[in-house]
């Protein structure tokens, strides 16, 4: 990997990456063994203490994850890295229905995995040096940006605060993967749909009397949605959803109140809550671009959609982003065509629609029917979830949707190389 720190008044790439977090790092990955120039524009260092893509946070990778990480050859790099997840409990606080998925019943080593955010980071940045068909320009700002007929321009200030320089650089094609708040959203004036979930995530990593077992819960509070992950050393990964000003009042309460709470919403399967991580807190919104493709431009990952956490399919989702367009990049440069052509974007776009409405309608269906206390519908959602549990088709067709496996899969999503 080439890192850009001085000036260049015109310099030339296929693809230029903004955003360098996983999912922008996971496609330069992707593409490496393509001849194809490619740049990444990240504001964020790598080994700087405050890159938000790689923190301490908890990542659940499904199992179609794994198999892009297969198709990548990174899984070996991963794996030991992760704890399996062999079975996900889902139940409703205070009434009668649940549901189980096991691996063993999917013929699967495990439904998914579980990574801090660091650790998968550290595996894509080490894979990032190695590649020499990439320039990593960071720190650096977007600041302005045209598509035009045959390139796009891309102006960026490198460099730190007291010392950035501006630089313009072109390409065939530009990839939004610079999150939730995209500047390049924003610099083209791409609108959103957005849905205010009115909640609060609250994130921490839980210590429990009992060993997890492999088994990530996930249950529906009179709050909100409660999921812990297993992670090593026989930690959980808490994500607890609550009101914005509920969500402030837990945050006040020392280390013994804050167990004791979370032990009442969950209930004594994992025994007694013995220790708690350092407590973190984000707004949740559904946010959908309106647009996932322009000419010489496409959205991928949390700049094209940014999902509730419930079930854990944001990331995946953005990681089957990648590995489509890395697909239809791939096939499209070995048959001489234009990449960021308008028609080849739009196949993957009309690609990728099925999944992002099928997943979006899927979290969004959760939050609602769960977080409706009417008692009939209360009854058919717990005699739902039973259903599910005892009828193998259902259960089979839910493992197989939350393990990433549905519909039309790209061939790093079938675990093969490009």
């Known amino acids: 990997m080439v890192t850009s720190n001085k000036q260049k008044t015109s310099t030339d790439y296929d693809l230029i990456i903004i955003g360098g977090g996983m999912v922008g790092a996971s496609l330069a990955c992707a593409l490496a063994n393509q001849p194809l120039r490619i740049a990444i524009v990240e504001a964020v260092p790598y080994q700087a203490d405050n890159q938000p893509s790689y923190d301490d946070r ?38 009668f229905g649940f549901a189980r998925l096991d691996s063993k019943q999917e013929n699967v080593d495990a439904l998914g995995y579980v990574i801090t955010a660091r650790n998968l980071g550290r595996t894509l940045v080490h894979q990032l040096d190695q590649l020499k068909n990439l320039t990593l ?45 995209s500047a390049v959203r924003q610099l083209l004036d791409i609108q ?46 808490l994500v607890w959803t609550h009101s914005p000003k509920e969500a402030e009042r837990i945050l006040e309460l020392n280390d013994a109140e804050f167990l004791s709470e979370l032990q009442s919403c969950f209930g004594q399967r994992l025994g007694r809550f013995l220790k708690t991580g350092k407590r973190s807190a984000y707004p949740l919104k559904l946010v959908k671009a309106q647009e996932q493709v322009r000419n010489r431009l496409t959205l991928i990952g949390n700049a094209a959609h940014t999902l509730h956490p419930i079930a854990g399919q944001g990331f995946n989702l953005g990681l089957r982003d990648v590995a489509t367009l890395a697909q239809i990049i791939t096939d499209s440069s070995q ?46 959602r717990n005699l739902g979830l039973i259903a599910t549990d005892i009828i193998p088709p259902l259960k089979h067709a839910l493992s197989k949707h939350s393990m990433g496996l549905s519909g039309k899969l790209p061939r790093l999503a079938r675990g093969l190389p490009l």
């Not at 035009?148 to 390409?171: F, M, P, Q, S, Y």
């Not at 429990?208 to 990964?237: I, K, S």
């Not at 999944?355 to 209360?378: C, E, M, Q, W, Y």
Request: charged share 20%.
């Open 58 to 95: 908890a990542i659940a990778l499904s199992f179609g994850s794994r198999r892009i990480f297969d198709g990548l050859g990174l899984w070996p790099k991963i794996a030991p890295h992760t704890t399996a997840i062999n079975r996900i409990h889902v139940s409703d606080q205070g009434r």
């Open 137 to 181: 320009i960071s720190p650096a700002k977007l600041t302005d940006l045209k598509l035009g007929d045959d390139h796009a321009t891309a102006v960026i200030n490198v460099g730190k605060e007291n010392d950035r320089k501006a630089e313009t650089i072109t390409a065939r094609l530009i990839v939004a993967a610079d999150g939730g708040n």
């Open 192 to 237: 959103t749909t957005a849905h205010d979930y009115n909640q609060t995530a609250i994130t921490a990593n839980i210590t429990p009397e009992f060993p997890h077992q492999h088994v990530a819960y996930e249950r529906f509070t009179q709050h909100g949605p409660l999921a812990l992950l297993p992670m090593e050393d026989n930690r959980c990964a």
């Open 335 to 380: 048959q001489n065509q234009d990449i960021g052509a308008l028609d080849i974007l739009e196949h993957y776009a009309q690609w990728r629609t099925r999944d992002h409405r099928l997943v979006i309608g899927f979290t969004n269906t959760l939050v609602s029917t769960f977080s409706n206390h009417f008692p009939p519908l209360a009854l058919a």
